[in-house]
């Protein structure tokens, strides 16, 4: 075994508290490139145009059909050895959370339950005016008649009219 690898195992069974820091480099494996990597959403979206609460608030359509072009990526990709690893740490007793930037919920999917995600996730949507929460698997079914999606209580006529659906940031 390498010996940065058994370093980190020593550390990782010495540790009385540990946590995983995650990004993208760890869902690459499982085919969703880097952001940020040629071919990726940043290279088609402006991310300052579509994931900012600015963006959803004057931009809506812009901001849902960026979604729809990430949920394409997401829905496709399955935990890698990496995602599993995690969860089976954490299934141990040996890691307490994951604290991640990624969207994509492979972590939960693997099976780890103690994940923070940093920029929010594909998991949970919500009106940003009333607060009520949708099934994400809504967001799956959208076509470009749906999009801006909007609340069912709200509707268009809510409070100044921008009562749109976001992405839920976990905590």
Known sequence: ?????????????????????????????????????????????????????EALRFAPRRVWEFLVDALATLRQAKPNPGHVALARLEREGRLEAVVTQNIDGLHQTAGSRHVIEFHGGIGRYYCMGCGREYDPALAYRLTSRDIPWLCDACGPNGAAGHRFLRRRYSP
């Not at 993208?24 to 994931?51: C, K, N, Q, T, Y």
């Open 1 to 53: 075994m390498d010996e940065a690898l058994c370093k980190a195992a020593r550390l990782l069974r010495n540790a009385r508290h540990a946590f995983a820091l995650t990004g993208a480099g760890l869902s690459v494996a499982s085919g969703i490139p880097d952001f940020r990597s040629p071919g990726g959403l940043w290279s088609r979206h402006d991310p300052m145009e579509v994931a900012t609460a």
